[in-house]
């Protein structure tokens, strides 16, 4: 047990925030984690299983390499696991006609003229290169139940700015193709 204020800081008190997801990054979640357990930790339990039988193990490279692969595996599928359990799936919306919900995709402009696309989606699906933002960052808190053409202000680590919303939408993505 450490001493107060040193280590991990206090879990916050109530319950936990809860766990927005789409559709689309649950598949994803649970593509991966069917793949962790039907193909990949398979795979490697086969190989270190070989390993050790070319005797000493406390030398033996590729048995000391599966084993740590292993509680990598091991540790990504409890992970998901516990990610898919506490997951909520949230459908996008078909009523919103113009504002900004979970699963929105918003069009904004800033002051200087600069448009971006992003992507209002749960925090185990954010992916900066396809504009993917989670509900609870900042831009994300600050876009949610805004109305197409709203200005406001948000503020950013160089300094405040004015932005607009200049469309909303809303759509299903298809998720790429596990491998």
Do not use: C
């Not at 599928?77 to 898919?84: A, G, P, S, V």
């Not at 200005?151 to 200049?166: D, L």
């Amino acid at each position: 047990m450490s001493a107060p204020g040193r280590g991990r800081p206090p879990l916050p008190a109530g319950p936990p925030p809860p766990n927005y997801i789409t559709k689309e990054g649950a598949k994803r979640l649970q593509d991966e984690l069917a793949h962790l357990l039907w193909k990949e930790r398979p795979k490697v339990v086969q190989d270190v299983t070989d390993a050790a039988a070319q005797g000493d193990r406390s030398e033996n490279a590729e048995y000391i390499y599966g084993k740590k692969r292993l509680r990598e595996i091991d540790r990504r599928i409890r992970f998901l696991t516990k990610r898919l359990e506490a997951a909520t799936v949230v459908a996008p919306r078909t009523d919103a006609k113009g504002r900004v919900f979970f699963g929105a995709i918003v069009e904004i402009e800033d002051e200087n003229g600069v448009v971006a696309t992003y992507r209002i989606v749960g925090e185990d699906e954010i992916d900066l290169d396809k504009g993917h933002i989670s509900w609870r960052s900042p831009l994300g808190r600050a876009l949610l139940a805004k109305r197409e053409g709203d200005a406001f202000n948000f503020k950013r680590p160089s300094g405040e700015i004015e932005m607009q919303i200049v469309s909303v939408r809303y759509e299903e993505i298809l998720a790429a193709p596990s491998t």
